[in-house]
């Protein structure tokens, strides 16, 4: 590493003004590059850390002090450095597995960096496998499978990830695997429509012009983090062919904006008033986002 990182700690507030019109600058600049292959940037996870023994901070180099709580380190990828220079650190955070213990309920980011994947296997595997024997599965998405068999393969995939077997001699009926999808989505801490992009979401169903909607939903999509967005494309290209199966399995775009409204969006502490009358807007937003998937993804 270059030992030049943190040379004391110098005054940061006299360089911050020039430093963040540069910083603007370069971002507008990154912005082109990284709309080709976008960077999966993940931020650390820091917990206050009692270390046993000696340790040196990963980001200075430096000891160390004290007897407990000496510093911070990071639960999706081990890094350890002092509370004040986890400030400094980039969002470079790299999930390791021995870290990251579960898949159901974890940072959908995080899951995909640890795994090295471009979307959480469990999207894949249960697509892949609705697809192969459910598309004409009358009710599909909308009739619930058991639910101590869908708490199974949770457990399955939280126990062997993508070496869990989810196929029709152990999950006959595909209701089960379309609850285990509708419930990874919504054990997310973070939804799939993020928390910080979902008003940008319902403004856009509110519009009224319907080429001004797509264009605002395709705004609101740019809001999305990479692998939130990689899901959100694979998901509705899946769903876009559930629909071409209507006549099969009853349903339409929006039937499974009904079912997939509440699952992908969430509303950000807003109050029951608001949060009932966003019910109706996240529908439109799955069932605009499902009928137009080959133009917005």
């Not at 869908?150 to 457990?155: A, R």
């Amino acid at each position: 590493g270059d030992g030049g990182r943190c040379s004391g700690d110098e005054d940061e507030s006299s360089e911050t003004s020039g430093h963040s019109l540069l910083t603007s600058l370069v971002r507008r600049a990154t912005l082109k590059e990284s709309e080709r292959a976008p960077k999966y940037e993940k931020v650390h996870n820091f917990k206050v850390h009692t270390f046993r023994g000696p340790h040196w901070c990963e980001y200075c180099a430096n000891f160390m002090w004290g007897l407990i709580a000496q510093g911070v380190k990071c639960a999706d990828c081990g890094l350890n450095v002092h509370k004040q220079c986890s400030k400094m650190v980039p969002n470079d955070c790299k999930p390791d597995l021995k870290h990251v213990k579960k898949v159901y309920s974890c940072d959908l980011t995080t899951l995909v960096k640890a795994h090295n994947t471009k979307r959480p296997m469990v999207v894949d595997m249960c697509i892949r496998e609705i697809e192969a024997r459910g598309l004409k599965s009358e009710g599909l998405y909308r009739i619930s499978g058991f639910s101590d068999l869908i708490e199974d393969v949770k457990l399955a995939f939280d126990r062997d990830g993508e070496k869990a077997d989810i196929s029709g001699n152990v999950y006959e009926d595909i209701n089960v695997i379309t609850g285990a999808l509708k419930l990874y989505f919504r054990d997310l801490p973070i939804p799939v429509i993020t928390y910080d992009a979902y008003p940008r979401f319902i403004e856009a169903a509110k519009l009224t012009d319907p080429d001004e909607r797509l264009e605002a939903l395709h705004e609101a999509l740019k809001q999305l983090p990479p692998a939130h967005c990689e899901t959100l494309r694979y998901l509705m290209a899946h769903l876009k062919r559930v629909t071409q199966n209507e006549k099969d399995n009853l349903m339409n775009a929006e039937n499974l904006g009904i079912v997939f409204g509440p699952t992908l969006m969430r509303a950000p502490d807003l109050d029951a008033m608001t949060a009932l009358n966003d019910i109706r807007y996240q529908r439109q937003v799955l069932e605009l986002l499902i009928k137009n998937e080959d133009i917005l993804f």
